[in-house]
């Protein structure tokens, strides 16, 4: 049974698939897992959970959390997320932190929700 931030996550996905301002949003995978003869690194930690571009070419970065994880410190996120979605920020992409699709909206629209 998916957990309640991967629901919000496919959702928010969904989302971003059918808004007119996103050309690509991939689920980012981060950490390393085991493969014969070692450790393969994915994206670095804090990476967030969803990457992509809009049609104008700026990068889109959205971390998800639940509703009651958003309503916690940081928004729930780890420094390293909050790093990595303030660099995004900074470099004129799109980002934030998305407990609900009003939140997906606002920051696909070009708020940074979370990183206030």
Known sequence: MPSEENIIQKKGMDLCKEHALVS????????????RGGWMQLCPAGTPDTTGFTIDGRIIGIEYKTPLEFDTKDHGASKDQLNHLNKIKSSGGVAGIAASMDHVNAILQGEYIGLE
Do not use: F, L
């Not at 690509?24 to 493969?35: A, M």
């Open 24 to 35: 690509e949003i991939y689920r980012t995978q981060s950490g390393k897992v085991k493969v």
